[in-house]
């Protein structure tokens, strides 16, 4: 047989000792130290390798839970990994919604929320240090 099958991605909480793993690919500034100790960060696996994670804060905006940070390693892009990380953000986080921004030129960011089907829910004009406006986006979370 000449087929290749699709590999497999599972979605696992992070542990303390994955923190060195995530380093490896993170495009964001600083660490993922905190949320990996606070249970509130999500890893893509893929043959046993970390791929991908998503973070949250729990009362990050109003209250509310709000997802941080999603980062996806560059070369397994485009495979569906960030959708399934900010699924299994949904499923964890706690609240009336979650909440989530991005920069008006990050139109990958805007593609997940849309294809997701994230409500528009503001921007701010200007607030970004290149100047950008931010945009908000939220979901409806179980309880
Ligand atoms: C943004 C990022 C997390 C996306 O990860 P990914 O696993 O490639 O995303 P997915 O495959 O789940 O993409 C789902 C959908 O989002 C949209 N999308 C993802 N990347 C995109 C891009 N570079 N340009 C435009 N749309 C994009 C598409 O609609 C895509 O569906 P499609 O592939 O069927 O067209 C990844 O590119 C990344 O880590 N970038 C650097 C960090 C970053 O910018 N994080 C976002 C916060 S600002």
């Known amino acids: 047989m000449n087929t290749v099958a699709d590999p497999v991605t599972e979605i696992r909480l992070a542990a303390g000792a994955d ?7 993170d495009e964001f500034k600083g660490s993922r130290e905190t949320e990996i100790r606070n249970g509130t960060c999500w890893l893509a696996w893929r043959d046993g390798v970390v791929v991908g994670y998503a973070s949250y804060e729990p ?22 990994i960030a959708l399934r990380l900010v699924e299994a953000v949904v499923a964890a986080a706690r609240g009336r919604v979650l909440v989530s ?3 008006d030129w990050c139109t990958a960011s805007q593609g997940i929320f849309a294809k997701l089907g994230w409500r528009p829910i503001g921007r701010i ?9 931010e945009l908000f986006y939220s979901t409806p979370l179980a309880g």
């Open 19 to 25: 923190l060195a793993a995530v380093r490896a690919f």
């Open 59 to 80: 009362s990050g905006l109003l209250g509310q839970p709000l997802l941080t940070f999603l980062c996806v390693r560059k070369d397994c892009r485009r495979q569906g």
């Open 101 to 103: 921004s991005t920069e």
């Open 125 to 133: 004009e200007g607030v970004n240090k290149d100047g950008s406006a």
